[in-house]
């Protein structure tokens, strides 16, 4: 990790030299520096930004064949205009020769250029690819072949264009797509192409389309901001920035406050970030507002919006239980992001995050949890600030109903130069920003995204491992403040979640972590933490009360068969690895550690109940919501 970090930003050095000679890249940099940069940049980025033919379409040269296809028409169904959350049928005419290459892309702004985009190509090299120039100055939202229809390829829907002497002379085919498309505000329009992903050429465009309401408020999500119970954050997005409302209980109502960012508040380098260029999209405006005079552990009814952009739906929401009372049903994982409901490629896709999310679902219907914590790597958008909109809607059905609560993860903070641990470019140049707007949490202030919260019997301390957190480090002492200061009488448990984790047997993840370890570790030991959470390693792992990488105590089976660590006789703290909510999983190293009890590569989730005595845990697989893992800790 530590050589990788050497390579990019001593290449951005390089870059920032030879760009401020004047120079093209061409006349500049030699192939052979080029292709070395290049490589290393590659190798850094395989384990995070999943290099594909679409995730590199910007990087390709673009090719005009609209006059060899003078037949070709783009409609759309929605051509009046879009609602907020629908599939739309995108039917290409007049196409000659339909082939295995032939796509259409789905572009936001409609005014996006298409065209080639003619930059120096050192800019994009931070993508890891070798392509000569970008195609699209605008990365499209998502994309498909359409040979997902398929009656596309073998012609099934001609039609003849030119008749001599009664007999068609030249004839057509078309085929359609269905794309999901949610309110992101800005206008759309869908772009046909011929050539594939790497050779494309563009081909013929539909006419714009809008959304029927771009003001509407949307993906409403719940949030604690204390340990009381009696308070509730919400926030939502809008495309207007004059104040709402939310309506709740029996007639309260309370103003919105409004925030926004922008191009200038992303993160950028010598060589430009996705967020602050080709992957900006607008966010609209975050509104936030705070519901207070609850009772904790109830059910309470909210609307949001206003009369002048229309009203959300009316939702009921539970509050969780107060910090000091018996007991706590909470959800645990992170590394999610969001499946695409069609069949469209994008720049980064999660397969399972839709059916852990369907599954949370199930379980928040059943009056079954009282809050979430998602620790780290969000949304996945990296860059690409349209995603965050479809991420905001896959969970609205979890998030608008109980306290989603959130820590942070390499692909919301890091960036070169930026001020987090870690040298990379894993934010895409978000650095933070959307996932702070986003993602208001009871924190001290900006860029300190580390909080602790009490729900029932359970201190949920809750860190950045992409913040400083050496010793003495502004972190590391509330770090230490915060658990010293644990009522254990008032929460019995004491939970350490982060995002980066300290023990992992995956295979193609070092410890490089190890100095993160080493001053962090001890901490847990000094003040009993009971269980501690990370995501980042895309699976599930167990392991013993562990400490320096040595077993202190181990699980003995109670009648059930369940591992149960006696906690009254308190060694060290539980670790377990919850990284397998949606990203694609990684697999295990074959050198098992004497410290990894149970490993499952599988998707789902982390599901805790806790009382006053026990901590009991269960995984859940999302499919099937089989329980594959289950143990307790006691008191």
Request: hydrophobic letters at 35%.
């Given at each position: 990790?530590?050589s990788?970090?050497w390579?990019?930003?001593?290449?951005s050095?390089?870059?920032?030299?030879?760009?401020?000679?004047?120079?093209?890249?061409?006349?500049?940099?030699?192939?052979?520096?080029?292709?070395?940069?290049?490589?290393?940049?590659t190798?850094?980025?395989?384990?995070?930004?999943?290099?594909?033919?679409?995730?590199?379409?910007?990087r390709?040269i673009?090719k005009?064949?609209?006059?060899?296809?003078?037949?070709?028409?783009?409609?759309?169904?929605?051509n009046?205009?879009l609602?907020?959350?629908?599939?739309?049928?995108?039917?290409?005419?007049?196409?000659?020769n339909?082939?295995?290459?032939?796509?259409?892309?789905m572009?936001?702004?409609?005014?996006?250029?298409?065209?080639?985009?003619?930059?120096?190509?050192?800019f994009?090299?931070?993508?890891?690819d070798?392509?000569?120039?970008?195609?699209?100055?605008?990365?499209?939202?998502?994309?498909?072949?359409?040979?997902?229809?398929?009656?596309?390829?073998?012609?099934?829907k001609?039609?003849?264009?030119?008749?001599?002497?009664?007999?068609?002379?030249?004839?057509t085919?078309?085929?359609?797509?269905?794309?999901?498309?949610?309110?992101?505000?800005?206008?759309?329009?869908?772009?046909?192409f011929?050539?594939?992903?790497?050779?494309?050429?563009?081909?013929?465009?539909?006419?714009?389309?809008?959304?029927?309401?771009?003001?509407?408020?949307?993906?409403g999500?719940l949030s604690?901001?204390?340990?009381?119970?009696?308070?509730?954050?919400?926030?939502?997005?809008s495309g207007?920035?004059?104040?709402?409302?939310i309506?709740?209980?029996?007639?309260?109502?309370?103003?919105?406050a409004?925030?926004?960012?922008?191009?200038d508040?992303?993160?950028?380098?010598?060589?430009?970030?996705?967020?602050?260029?080709?992957?900006?999209?607008?966010?609209?405006?975050?509104?936030?507002?705070?519901?207070?005079?609850?009772?904790?552990?109830s059910?309470?009814?909210?609307?949001?919006?206003s009369?002048?952009?229309?009203?959300?739906?009316?939702?009921?929401?539970?509050t969780?239980?107060?910090?000091?009372?018996?007991e706590l049903?909470?959800?645990?994982?992170g590394?999610?992001?969001?499946?695409?409901?069609?069949a469209?490629?994008?720049?980064?896709?999660?397969p399972?995050?839709?059916?852990?999310?369907?599954?949370?679902?199930?379980?928040?219907?059943?009056?079954?949890?009282n809050?979430?914590?998602?620790?780290?790597?969000?949304?996945?958008?990296t860059?690409?600030?349209?995603e965050?909109?479809?991420?905001?809607?896959?969970?609205?059905?979890?998030?608008?109903?109980?306290?989603?609560?959130?820590?942070?993860?390499?692909?919301?903070?890091?960036?070169?130069?930026?001020?987090?641990?870690?040298?990379?470019?894993?934010s895409?140049?978000?650095?933070?920003?959307?996932?702070?707007?986003?993602?208001?949490m009871?924190?001290s202030?900006?860029?300190?995204?580390?909080?602790?919260?009490?729900?029932g019997?359970?201190?949920?301390?809750?860190?950045?491992t992409?913040?400083?957190?050496?010793?003495?480090?502004?972190?590391?002492?509330?770090v230490?403040?915060?658990?010293?200061?644990?009522n254990?009488?008032k929460?019995?448990?004491?939970?350490?979640?982060?995002?980066?984790?300290?023990?992992?047997?995956?295979?193609?993840?070092?410890?490089?972590?190890?100095?993160?370890?080493?001053?962090?570790?001890?901490?847990?030991?000094?003040?009993?933490v009971?269980?501690?959470?990370?995501?980042?390693?895309?699976n599930y792992?167990r392991?013993?009360?562990?400490?320096?990488?040595?077993c202190?105590?181990?699980?003995?089976?109670?009648?059930n068969?369940?591992?149960?660590?006696?906690?009254?006789?308190?060694?060290?703290?539980?670790?377990?690895?919850?990284?397998?909510?949606?990203?694609?999983?990684?697999?295990?190293?074959?050198?098992?550690?004497?410290?990894?009890?149970k490993?499952?590569?599988?998707?789902?989730?982390?599901r805790a109940?806790?009382?006053?005595?026990?901590?009991?845990?269960?995984?859940?697989?999302?499919?099937?919501?089989e329980?594959k893992?289950n143990f307790?800790?006691?008191?």
């Amino acid at each position: 990790m530590e050589s990788s970090n050497w390579v990019l930003k001593h290449a951005s050095i390089f870059l920032v030299f030879f760009l401020s000679l004047g120079c093209s890249t061409s006349e500049t940099l030699t192939r052979s520096l080029l292709d070395f940069v290049v490589t290393n940049t590659t190798v850094l980025h395989s384990n995070f930004t999943l290099v594909s033919e679409f995730r590199m379409i910007n990087r390709r040269i673009l090719k005009d064949c609209s006059a060899s296809n003078p037949f070709v028409k783009v409609n759309v169904t929605s051509n009046s205009s879009l609602s907020d959350d629908e599939f739309v049928t995108v039917t290409v005419t007049g196409v000659s020769n339909p082939s295995v290459s032939d796509w259409v892309a789905m572009i936001s702004p409609s005014t996006s250029d298409v065209k080639t985009c003619i930059l120096n190509e050192a800019f994009y090299l931070q993508t890891g690819d070798t392509a000569k120039l970008p195609l699209l100055c605008h990365y499209p939202v998502k994309a498909q072949y359409m040979k997902n229809d398929p009656n596309y390829l073998s012609c099934k829907k001609k039609e003849c264009k030119t008749f001599q002497n009664g007999k068609c002379a030249v004839s057509t085919c078309s085929g359609s797509l269905q794309f999901h498309v949610v309110n992101i505000r800005s206008d759309i329009e869908f772009v046909f192409f011929s050539g594939g992903f790497v050779e494309p050429c563009l081909v013929g465009r539909s006419t714009p389309v809008s959304f029927a309401n771009p003001k509407r408020p949307l993906y409403g999500h719940l949030s604690s901001i204390d340990s009381t119970g009696t308070s509730m954050r919400l926030t939502w997005v809008s495309g207007d920035k004059e104040p709402q409302q939310i309506q709740y209980g029996n007639g309260k109502t309370v103003a919105s406050a409004v925030t926004t960012f922008s191009q200038d508040d992303m993160c950028s380098s010598a060589l430009p970030s996705p967020a602050k260029d080709f992957g900006w999209h607008d966010p609209g405006y975050i509104h936030s507002a705070l519901m207070t005079g609850l009772k904790p552990s109830s059910t309470f009814s909210y609307r949001y919006g206003s009369g002048w952009v229309g009203w959300s739906e009316q939702i009921k929401f539970s509050t969780p239980p107060a910090g000091g009372s018996d007991e706590l049903r909470f959800i645990a994982f992170g590394d999610m992001g969001k499946t695409p409901l069609d069949a469209s490629e994008e720049h980064y896709i999660q397969p399972g995050a839709l059916s852990v999310i369907k599954a949370i679902a199930n379980d928040v219907n059943s009056n079954n949890v009282n809050s979430v914590f998602h620790i780290g790597d969000i949304s996945y958008a990296t860059g690409f600030l349209a995603e965050w909109d479809y991420f905001l809607h896959l969970i609205n059905p979890v998030a608008s109903r109980i306290s989603y609560m959130t820590a942070i993860g390499n692909h919301e903070r890091d960036y070169i130069d930026s001020g987090s641990v870690y040298v990379t470019p894993d934010s895409g140049g978000e650095c933070g920003v959307p996932y702070e707007t986003y993602f208001p949490m009871p924190t001290s202030a900006k860029d300190k995204p580390w909080y602790s919260i009490e729900q029932g019997s359970v201190h949920f301390t809750v860190i950045s491992t992409e913040h400083d957190w050496s010793e003495n480090s502004e972190q590391y002492e509330w770090v230490q403040k915060d658990m010293a200061s644990v009522n254990r009488q008032k929460t019995p448990w004491l939970i350490f979640m982060g995002h980066r984790p300290m023990y992992t047997t995956n295979h193609g993840f070092l410890p490089s972590e190890n100095k993160f370890m080493e001053a962090v570790e001890p901490l847990l030991l000094e003040n009993k933490v009971d269980l501690v959470l990370f995501g980042h390693v895309h699976n599930y792992e167990r392991t013993c009360s562990l400490f320096q990488n040595e077993c202190k105590a181990m699980p003995a089976k109670d009648k059930n068969g369940v591992d149960t660590y006696d906690g009254r006789n308190y060694s060290a703290p539980v670790h377990a690895v919850i990284g397998m909510a949606g990203f694609t999983l990684d697999k295990f190293s074959s050198n098992v550690k004497s410290w990894s009890l149970k490993r499952i590569s599988e998707f789902g989730y982390l599901r805790a109940h806790a009382t006053r005595n026990d901590l009991n845990l269960e995984f859940v697989i999302s499919d099937t919501r089989e329980v594959k893992d289950n143990f307790r800790i006691t008191k």
